[in-house]
């Protein structure tokens, strides 16, 4: 396998974005991307996008977005792993570049999620829990994700503050990433007394609807050092799957298919979590950034709640995560989320993350999650 | 890039399967491809599916599938290039074992397209052409590809008559594939007078609403070495992009997606198109297997009637194309397709093709397609 950079990132503003349809979403952000890489030629491009379908009544995403782009006829394809569409896509791209079969690859995700109803959101976000099971008892994904916090606070005492701190946390970051969806603070007070969407979960817990793209360029180390402009290696990829149903979980406070998609991911890498100054998780709901705390190994379990407590996820704390605002702040566009997640870490890297900088960061993870976590996705990076 | 080699197929029945959910018709088939390959673990899986959530209200199908499959935690990935979407998968697998990263890797196709109505079936496919501009004016692919087959008719000459004989061909053909939804034989007569659908295009020119999955073992030639069964070996693979508007296109009578798709995959393979004893391509209606025989250079451009007209394309002709009855007989669950046609041509180089056996084949081709030709993926195959 070839070795594997990133050379370029594109982003734009997420939040309701009304005036824009979702190829005018993802073709700018596509378009800044290549001209951050210098790049205009692409060998192949991938796109992650969970419900394009059920959103916008749009498949073939790969034809539409490379025939908007301007790209025909480099191959272009679409790839789905519900939240984890972006991360996936990264992944698809990676193994390409690191095949040989391609050399420059651009890597996509969108997702335009306000052109429907509350209730049609609701509805798409839910194929991606187990339809007939899941989805025929009427379950949503904050309702998963409620009884996922009961048996967390139940198991280790997490408290219903603790809960209300990574929101605190990364609405603090997000306020200091101006391409967030919601960038400014949220008090404890505001998140405890907000509306309840499923006990104990209040919307300040769960990540917003978004429209949104993010795009990243890939291309062999070879060619990347061929430059002159810093980039950033992938070392590690890793992917696991778990059961689509979390009733059929051993155990409802641990995402087994983030721990092992890290083991793969820093096995690659050759490195420890130790080694890694910052991550980039999948904050839909508050309880998930505390549950994937502990499978990271970043805290054992069911210390993930004490760990936000204590600041040690914090911009400053010994593992900051999220410093872009994560999901909960910068918005969730489910298919672009994974991509935006290892853009902020390419920009931390290169040392471009303005006010919310992790200073000295040298290495950092991202950890994408579909469902419940019955998929995950993580990469690690490398400052060159 | 390592070589690959495919060491296992599986399929079952095709057809109207409303005993069936998605997830039992995958398992099925995938159960049988890793028994043919003799294969229990796998490194990972790719499945190609267009629209689950249109038709089945289902995302995340690699972590659903894995999980009805038993083979948690591997990763699972889903792809999708709409019709294209099985040969998608075919090609990311390829890459995933060229790259090294994986040996063993399932690829599948599914489709579940007859639990909804036939007008929702038609909304779901129309969604792989442009939304916001063909889909907006009504047009769905019934009508797309009859103003093809106007075009082609009005500038070559095609007659009426020689689209009627890629059907009565390809019905003969899948009268001898016991999988095939409908195995039995159709007159020209039977055509010329079966019911409008878009004028000129009639039901009995049109591939059919499916039920049906297809799945392959993939993995590196070194493996599939030390085993003793015979294997067949993929020795290209190309793909190429179009817009995904057929207003867009210079030509309406040329697929500029398959010829430039097909030149890669030949290229690769380092072989021409004579080299090829059989073909497996997309005629999701007559005038598209018309179109393909020429993009893929079989016969002059415009030549693509007469071709199938003096029996250059039946199985004893020079370049058989679709023994295994096509997409018109053996049925169209959209994901499915491409894999489906990689079973055929793997079952004919292996001589287990039966009644429909094209002798002596050493090499044979699949061309899968998204929409009017927005995407094209092809393959090339070689008995070891």
Same mark, same amino acid.
């Given at each position: 396998?070839?070795?594997?950079?990133?050379?370029?990132?594109?982003?734009?503003?997420?939040?309701?974005?009304?005036?824009?349809?979702?190829?005018?979403?993802?073709?700018?952000?596509?378009?800044?991307?290549?001209?951050?890489?210098?790049?205009?030629?692409?060998?192949?491009?991938?796109?992650?996008?969970?419900?394009?379908?059920?959103?916008?009544?749009? =498949?073939?995403?790969?034809?539409?977005?490379?025939?908007? *782009?301007?790209?025909?006829?480099?191959?272009?394809?679409?790839?789905?792993?519900?939240?984890?569409?972006?991360?996936?896509?990264?992944?698809?791209?990676?193994?390409?570049?690191?095949?040989? *079969?391609?050399?420059?690859?651009?890597?996509?995700?969108? /997702?335009?999620?306000?052109?429907?109803?509350?209730?049609?959101?609701?509805?798409?976000?839910?194929?991606?829990?187990?339809?007939?099971?899941?989805?025929?008892? $009427?379950?949503?994904?904050?309702?998963?994700?409620?009884?996922?916090?009961?048996?967390?606070?139940?198991?280790?005492?997490?408290?219903?503050?603790? *809960? &209300?701190?990574? &929101?605190?946390?990364?609405?603090?970051?997000?306020?200091?990433?101006?391409?967030?969806?919601?960038?400014?603070?949220?008090?404890? =007070?505001?998140?405890?007394?907000?509306?309840?969407?499923?006990?104990?979960?209040?919307?300040?817990?769960?990540?917003?609807?978004?429209?949104? &793209?993010?795009?990243?360029?890939?291309?062999? *180390?070879?060619?990347?050092?061929?430059?002159?402009?810093?980039?950033?290696?992938?070392?590690?990829?890793?992917?696991?799957?778990?059961?689509?149903?979390?009733?059929?979980?051993?155990?409802?406070?641990?995402?087994?298919?983030?721990?092992?998609?890290?083991?793969?991911?820093?096995?690659?890498?050759?490195?420890?979590?130790?080694?890694?100054?910052?991550?980039?998780?999948?904050?839909?709901?508050?309880?998930? /950034?505390?549950?994937?705390? /502990?499978?990271?190994?970043?805290?054992?379990?069911?210390?993930?709640?004490?760990?936000? /407590?204590?600041?040690?996820?914090?911009?400053?704390?010994?593992?900051?995560?999220?410093?872009?605002?994560?999901?909960? &702040?910068?918005?969730?566009?489910? $298919?672009?989320?994974?991509?935006?997640?290892?853009? =902020?870490?390419?920009?931390?890297?290169?040392?471009?993350?303005?006010?919310?900088?992790?200073?000295?960061?040298?290495?950092?993870?991202?950890?994408?999650?579909?469902?419940?976590?019955?998929?995950?996705?993580?990469?690690?990076?490398?400052?060159?």
């Amino acid at each position: 396998m070839r070795d594997v950079a990133v050379i370029g990132v594109g982003m734009t503003k997420w939040g309701e974005l009304w005036e824009k349809s979702l190829r005018t979403i993802f073709t700018e952000t596509a378009l800044l991307a290549l001209d951050d890489a210098g790049v205009d030629t692409i060998d192949s491009m991938v796109v992650g996008c969970m419900s394009s379908g059920l959103f916008v009544g749009q =498949e073939h995403l790969g034809s539409l977005l490379s025939d908007y *782009l301007g790209k025909n006829p480099a191959p272009a394809a679409r790839v789905e792993s519900a939240c984890s569409s972006g991360g996936l896509a990264l992944r698809q791209g990676f193994i390409e570049v690191a095949s040989g *079969l391609s050399d420059v690859v651009l890597v996509g995700g969108v /997702e335009k999620m306000t052109d429907v109803t509350g209730c049609e959101a609701t509805y798409a976000l839910g194929t991606a829990a187990d339809q007939e099971y899941e989805g025929y008892h $009427g379950l949503t994904f904050p309702a998963l994700y409620a009884m996922m916090a009961v048996a967390h606070m139940h198991k280790y005492g997490t408290t219903r503050e603790q *809960l &209300a701190q990574v &929101a605190v946390k990364n609405h603090l970051n997000g306020s200091k990433n101006p391409l967030a969806q919601f960038p400014f603070k949220v008090s404890m =007070e505001a998140v405890l007394s907000s509306v309840l969407v499923a006990d104990p979960l209040r919307i300040l817990d769960c990540s917003p609807i978004t429209d949104g &793209a993010a795009a990243l360029v890939l291309c062999s *180390l070879e060619t990347a050092r061929k430059r002159k402009k810093p980039f950033v290696r992938i070392v590690g990829s890793g992917q696991a799957s778990d059961t689509i149903a979390l009733s059929s979980r051993k155990d409802f406070c641990w995402i087994e298919s983030t721990q092992i998609a890290a083991q793969k991911a820093l096995s690659m890498a050759g490195r420890k979590v130790e080694d890694i100054q910052l991550f980039e998780v999948h904050d839909c709901f508050t309880i998930a /950034e505390i549950m994937i705390t /502990e499978a990271l190994g970043l805290v054992k379990k069911g210390r993930g709640g004490k760990a936000v /407590e204590d600041g040690l996820t914090a911009i400053g704390g010994k593992f900051p995560v999220n410093p872009s605002g994560g999901l909960k &702040a910068k918005g969730h566009p489910v $298919g672009a989320t994974g991509v935006a997640q290892a853009i =902020e870490v390419v920009k931390q890297l290169r040392g471009e993350a303005g006010e919310r900088q992790v200073k000295g960061a040298k290495r950092g993870l991202t950890q994408n999650m579909g469902g419940t976590g019955g998929s995950s996705v993580v990469h690690i990076f490398e400052a060159d």
